[in-house]
């Protein structure tokens, strides 16, 4: 058995060599596609590491550039509002002269103490039985306008000169008329200065913001055409104008953008002056300058100023009431009209629009007999077509129609009332309750005093209204011109208004009229776009005003 068992494996040796062999190469090579494939398994899973790795560093590269830009706009608003805030404050200036009305009230003063020096060096008058109280009072209340108030260049005139023409006298007034003038025109001075430094700060936020989001888009479609191959980001444009014009490599188109500023430098400014003038002499009309006046009331009375300027109610805020009479078949028919509460104080109306350029110098005259210097608005009718407004998919037309989107939406009335808030507060509760009131500023008491000492002097202490009134004109210079400007560095405190323009710069949507008419309505270009920022899923209701409280909402959650 042995035997036999041990010829049979001598006689098959080969064979089981053979097959040993076999079963070995086949161990082996399988051995050896399997750590290939693990090793390609392993190449891959690391090639979309790098490969997710790459486009994770793109994005955090492209998001911290699109934050350096977003506050690098952010301080350019600041600086051109700065710039731009002296034109309309010497206009405000020029056309409420407060430091000429002090002058002749010091001119009536220095003639009635004249004729009383004269009279008691006659020995008809006995120095006892004169006012002087009244006249002291007199005396320290203009003193406190000379020495804080300013005189501004433009308001110097010749003696004896109405309005800069020579030998033209000024209509005489008593000293009561003048008293009464001093009050409206300080008062409503500094409040206008106030609303147009609230109003300048949102339009250029707006304005600058806009432009610097098509800036960005444009950078970031250059970044991405310059490979096609690269999968990281993905744009498609669907706009029929051309890639530079819509993303606002047009500088011209810019320039003129920004120039719209002048409406409200140069006339958005006199119908907010008539607005604040209205209140002022509402409120402020019966109060006599030696009256003694709380801080609380003074509170009270700048908030009732506010009310009737921009209404008491959010619908009051952003719209502004109206009627009109009319006869229709020998029936007569009264209507109400509701119009924008502060787009025609920013923006000019679409047929005048062409003529802000021209005065703005963006435009030539186009004939020698149309004068420049003619009075705005022109006496013949302004043209009904732009050569800009021809088409409303111009890149121009464009963007004023999303600023007047953005001015009339609700979210731009609730900013502008934060700013407002803010820089009157910084006005009463922090001047005027410091120089007037000699109370210590809040923000300068510590927390510790602020508990053990209730804030009980701001009720009880009391300061003529001649005094605060020479405190509101010295501000007035401070407002339109300080350095530092207080006023504009409250407003950028405010945080809302930081949200605010992110809202505007990261909003990748974009509206044209359909048709050639201004009423043809509205529909969304949509774009899709894969930018390296924090996405907001924003649904579409159809206008441009929904869209955009829907990205409010989403951000302030």
Known sequence: MITSTRRWLRRNRTNFAIGAGVLGVGYLAGQYVLSKIAETRQRLSEDRVAK?????????????????????????????????????????????????????LQQKKAERLGRSTGTLDGGSLNPSSGPSSVADEDGRSLASFQSEGYVHTSQITASGSSNGIPGAQRPTKSKAQLWNDLKISSITRAFTLLYTLSLLTLLTRVQLNLLGRRNYLSSVVS????????????????????????????????????????????????????????????????????????????????????????????????????????????????????????????????????????????????????????????????????????????????????????????????????????????????????????????????????VQIPDLDSGLAKAKLANILAVVTKQAHAIGSGVPNRYAQAIEGVKELEAFAAVIYSSHFEFEALGEGVGSGMKEVSRQEEIPMEKKEVGVVGAATDVFEDVWGKITG
């Open 52 to 104: 997710e790795m790459s486009v994770a560093l793109v994005a955090l590269g492209l998001k911290m550039h699109l934050r350096r830009r977003f506050q690098q706009n952010q301080e350019d608003c600041t600086i051109t509002v700065l710039a731009l805030l002296p034109t309309a404050a010497e206009n405000i200036l020029q056309a409420l002269p407060v430091e000429r009305i002090t002058q002749d």
């Open 223 to 450: 970044m991405a055409s310059h490979s096609p191959q690269d999968p990281t980001i993905s744009l498609e444009n669907l706009d029929d104008d051309l890639a530079e014009q819509t993303y606002g490599n047009d500088f011209e188109t810019n320039r003129k953008f920004l120039t719209f500023s002048w409406w409200l430098l140069h006339r958005g400014w006199r119908d907010v002056t008539a607005k604040v003038e209205t209140g002022v002499k509402a409120v402020f009309g019966p109060l006599n300058p030696r009256e003694d006046i709380h801080l609380e009331k003074l509170s009270a009375l700048i908030l009732e100023v506010r009310r009737k300027v921009e209404g008491a109610t959010p619908e009051e805020r952003r719209w502004e009431a109206g009627s009109i009479s009319i006869t229709v078949m020998s029936c007569p028919a009264h209507f109400h009209l509701r119009s924008h509460k502060w787009l025609p104080y920013l923006l000019p109306p679409q047929d005048q629009e062409e003529l802000v350029l021209r005065e703005s110098g963006m435009l030539k005259t186009p004939s020698p007999t149309q004068s420049a210097s003619v009075p705005f608005p022109p006496s013949s009718p302004a043209p009904t077509s732009p050569p800009f407004a021809s088409s409303t998919t111009t890149p121009l037309r464009r963007l004023i129609d999303e600023t007047s989107d953005l001015i009339d939406s609700p979210i731009f009335t609730q900013i502008l009332t934060l700013l407002l808030d803010t820089t009157f507060s910084h006005l009463t509760d922090h001047q005027i309750r410091t120089e007037a009131y000699t109370l210590p500023d809040p923000s300068s008491i510590p927390p510790v005093q602020e």
